[in-house]
């Protein structure tokens, strides 16, 4: 109940394409989505996150949309670039203060020129 | 620059050697916490902190040590290490235990073989 499963495991996309990775999870108290990027060699950074309380949410490209009733969310990259190539993670927590984030098992991106 | 900061990047070393790897941070985060990244399985928690002294377990613990006796540091200790602990580590930290407000700051890793 406490996984978060990601999917892809791995994507291509054309550049100028549209990338979509999903996630789902099964606890119904997590409040809180956000997403990773991880580019090669460096660590996991924050990209982008929502709470349930809205159903969209978008940062210049980057696009988070989340389904409270089906109790998925997923990120979509709109005109994909070669820079986007990363790892993406998308996580989830709860706001218990005994609660912690849990990862998904990422997502590795790359953009084909 | 806010950073967390890893030592060694890298780092090879033979079963059975106790090894040392440390974090520090210069956000006065009370929340720090080890991760290993490993293919397929993503960032699995190993040890995390909320404070001086305040340690506890994660998802994947064993054969790991932590200690927190000052806030900025938070060093990870293989005390016996095996080759299936061969992975990558990142630390991270944040202002809270879930990074809701600013998210978790990582370090840059540090890509540990036990032959």
């Known amino acids: 109940q406490q996984q978060v499963k990601q999917s892809p495991q791995s994507l291509i996309v054309q550049k100028g394409g549209i990338s979509i990775i999903n996630c789902a999870y099964e606890?119904?108290?997590?409040?809180?989505f956000p997403w990773y990027q991880q580019f090669p060699g460096k660590g996991p950074a924050l990209l982008i996150a929502?709470?349930?309380?809205?159903s969209e949410k978008k940062e210049g490209r980057f696009t988070i949309s989340f389904n409270k009733s089906a109790k998925q969310f997923s990120l979509h990259i709109m005109d994909s670039q070669p820079g986007d190539s990363a790892t993406y993670f998308c996580?989830?927590?709860?706001?218990?203060?005994?609660?912690?984030?849990?990862f998904g098992s990422g997502t590795r991106l790359s953009i084909r020129p | 620059e806010a950073q967390v900061t890893q030592n060694p990047r890298y780092l090879i070393t033979v079963t059975g050697k106790k090894l040392t790897v440390t974090c520090s941070q210069n956000?006065?985060?009370?929340?720090m916490s080890w991760y290993r990244q490993d293919p397929g399985l993503g960032l699995r928690q190993i040890y995390y902190?909320?404070?001086?002294?305040?340690?506890d377990k994660g998802d994947v613990p064993e054969g790991y040590k932590v200690s927190r006796k000052e806030k900025r540091n938070f060093p990870l200790i293989l005390e016996s290490p095996s080759p299936n602990q061969t992975s990558l580590y990142f630390c991270?930290?944040?202002?809270?235990?879930?990074?809701?407000?600013?998210?978790?700051?990582f370090g840059s890793g540090t890509r540990l073989t036990v032959v």
């Open positions: 606890n119904t108290a997590f409040d809180y």
């Open positions: 929502i709470r349930p309380d809205v």
């Open positions: 902190s909320m404070n001086v002294e305040v340690t």
């Open positions: 956000m006065n985060h009370e929340y």
């Open positions: 996580a989830a927590s709860s706001g218990s203060s005994a609660s912690k984030i849990i």
């Open positions: 991270a930290s944040s202002s809270d235990g879930q990074g809701r407000f600013y998210g978790y700051t």
